[in-house]
């Protein structure tokens, strides 16, 4: 079954955040499932995570992912603590991913510290029955076909798998085709962004780039793939010279788009 996700990025931005917008919006739009961006300590708070699952009982948004800030690959004992809290919060939230991404590509760790931290991190994801999504991000340890094939041979668990970003991957000039051809079965979330320009990072409106996000979740429904889709509104965007503010019809255009398909799977 595909379920159409929205990520808290969309509404709230980078900065930190009490959610209110992302509560007030999704709803109103027709969203059901949210993937909460905890990039700040306050996000990660247990205060916080107990207003968060009370808020998702009281609006009917039900928590699909955490996406957490840095990547997999800094300090061992560190990383591991990381990802051990945001596991724990995960369930506590009553979802079962867990969104990263790897570090910085000139990072002097590069992959090898990203899998010797995997590797210590799979017995945990195992037990406690979480996901770990490994999204790709241009200029980014994991950006290339040829970075998840190292890392998915290092780790054979169904646990560890990838966050296909279109977005990203079309900044990277990645053929997402091969890749889902290669990586069917370790694929275990989608972020929706719209980019313009193969090669070249230029993340815009939905609608307004040339990401074929259609033509992505097509294939991937035709391979079977079974899990949620989280539209991703980048507030980098404004970089680009587009300094409107999003408002609701923004995120309302996406939410029109893709969630035929979970009428589709379902």
């Known amino acids: 079954m595909i379920r159409l996700a929205c990520s808290t990025l969309s509404i709230e931005g980078f900065g930190e955040t009490n959610f ?3 509560f007030s919006l ?31 009982s009281e609006t009917g948004l039900i928590p699909s992912s955490i996406h957490l800030n840095g990547g997999i690959g800094g300090e ?37 510290q990203g ?3 995997l590797k210590a991190l799979v017995p945990a994801a195992e037990d406690m029955n979480v996901l770990i999504c490994l999204e790709n991000h241009k200029d980014n340890t ?19 798998g990838i966050c296909i970003d279109t977005g990203h991957f079309d900044a990277s000039a990645v053929d997402m085709d091969a890749l889902i051809d290669e990586f069917s079965s370790r694929i275990n979330h989608i972020h929706l962004k719209d980019n313009k320009g193969k090669g070249e990072k230029c993340f ?19 391979i079977g793939y079974s899990g949620y889709m989280s539209v991703e509104l980048s507030p980098e965007i404004g970089e680009g010279g587009d300094k409107r503010p999003f408002t609701i019809e923004d995120i309302a255009l ?12 379902e």
């Open 20 to 22: 209110d917008k992302t």
């Open 26 to 56: 999704l709803p109103k739009i027709g969203f059901r499932y949210v993937e909460f961006n905890l990039w700040h300590p306050s996000s990660l708070s247990p205060p916080m995570l107990r207003s968060l699952k009370q808020r998702c």
């Open 76 to 112: 061992l004992i560190k990383d591991f603590s990381h990802k051990i809290w945001a596991m724990e919060s995960t369930r506590f939230l009553g979802a079962e991913r867990i969104v990263t991404s790897g570090l910085n590509r000139n990072s002097p760790e590069g992959l090898a």
């Open 115 to 117: 899998i010797k931290s």
């Open 142 to 160: 994991l950006e290339y076909i040829e970075d998840y094939r190292m890392v998915l041979d290092a780790i054979d668990s169904k646990h560890v």
């Open 204 to 222: 815009v409106r939905f609608g307004e780039g040339d990401t074929d996000n259609h033509s992505v979740i097509r294939k991937l429904i035709s």
């Open 254 to 265: 996406p939410y029109k788009q893709f969630s035929v398909y979970e009428e589709e799977r």
